[in-house]
């Protein structure tokens, strides 16, 4: 499209645009439902590897100490701890602390857990301890066990009873979670694709109810780019109005429902930064352009050739 024959093909554009609303109307409805369909499924799969982000990061290391490790062992080997690649922190949690925290979990049974205590604590100290990326679990846990230091000072002289994590429960978590990206990314692939094909179609129809048009132009010697450029320009015209239209229902929908979401499921973290939701707005406008041109270029060529 020549830069001479912008203002000419926006004004035909904006012209057929209410000429033809109803067609138009039904182009602006499916791209706005398709991009709103992707852009939702992208921003759930975001929520969702939010939530899963948040059960991951409770994936903890539990190494329980002997009640006769000297307690200089212990600090030396806590301060070690924290310079492993992938920890986190490392929280100490001496007897009366291991004590106290399970009797608060056995809620209105306390006393009677106290009671059959009879003053004895059998509970021993420990770490907690906290990774950068929880699916490495296994590998710092295998590194606690064969670590000399921590040997010394290990619950019983047993490293493998006193390194625990949920061994099987881990695994399995991982395994589903991984499972859900991918599929997440699949299904965001083929909305995509199948939104292309429902937008061009649409396209395609509307460039077909005027094909005399087309003819007629072509008869008195308008060359490709001139018949082209209004629309291409139409194309884009509903593909922007579609785009903004599925953002700011999704913008109506994240303000209304997100907090409700995190009010009511409180332990998981729905949360996303606004820069996450502005890339997203940002890529539904650009997609939606994308098709928009390509679609009216591609539904064009059949009324262009020679």
Do not use: C
Not at 26 to 43: E, N, P, Q, R
Request: no cysteine.
């Amino acid at each position: 499209m020549a830069p001479t024959n912008v203002g000419y093909s926006f004004k035909e554009a904006i012209s057929h645009f209410f000429r033809n609303w109803t067609t138009s109307l039904g182009a602006v409805i499916t791209i706005f439902l398709s991009l709103f369909i992707i852009g939702l499924f992208i921003m759930g799969s975001a929520m969702l590897n939010s939530v899963i982000g948040t059960v991951e990061d409770q994936v903890v290391i539990n190494a329980f100490i002997s009640d006769d490790a000297d307690q200089a062992d212990v600090q030396a080997f806590e301060a070690e701890l924290k310079t492993w690649n992938n920890v986190k922190s490392v929280t100490y949690k001496d007897k009366d602390d291991a004590l106290a925290e399970y009797t608060s979990k056995m809620s209105g049974n306390a006393d009677a857990t106290m009671s059959a205590l009879d003053g004895q604590n059998p509970l021993p100290a420990s770490f907690a301890i906290e990774m950068d990326d929880p699916s490495k679990v296994e590998s710092t846990a295998e590194k606690l066990k064969k670590d000399a230091d921590f040997q010394k000072i290990a619950d019983d002289g047993d490293v493998n009873a006193s390194v625990l994590y949920g061994q099987e429960e881990v695994s399995r978590l991982f395994q589903v979670t991984n499972y859900i990206r991918i599929a997440a990314v699949v299904l965001v692939g083929l909305l995509t694709f199948i939104a292309f094909i429902f937008i061009n179609n649409t396209i395609r129809l509307s460039i077909t109810a005027r094909r005399r048009e087309i003819a007629i132009m072509r008869l008195v010697g308008a060359s490709n780019g001139f018949i082209r450029g209004p629309f291409i320009t139409e194309g884009v015209l509903q593909a922007i109005l579609g785009s903004l239209l599925s953002i700011g229902v999704l913008e109506l929908l994240r303000n209304l429902m997100i907090p409700r979401l995190q009010e009511s499921i409180g332990w998981m973290s729905f949360a996303l930064p606004m820069q996450y939701y502005l890339v997203t707005y940002a890529a539904l406008i650009l997609v939606g352009v994308i098709i928009g041109l390509f679609g009216s270029a591609i539904a064009m060529r059949r009324y262009l050739r020679v």
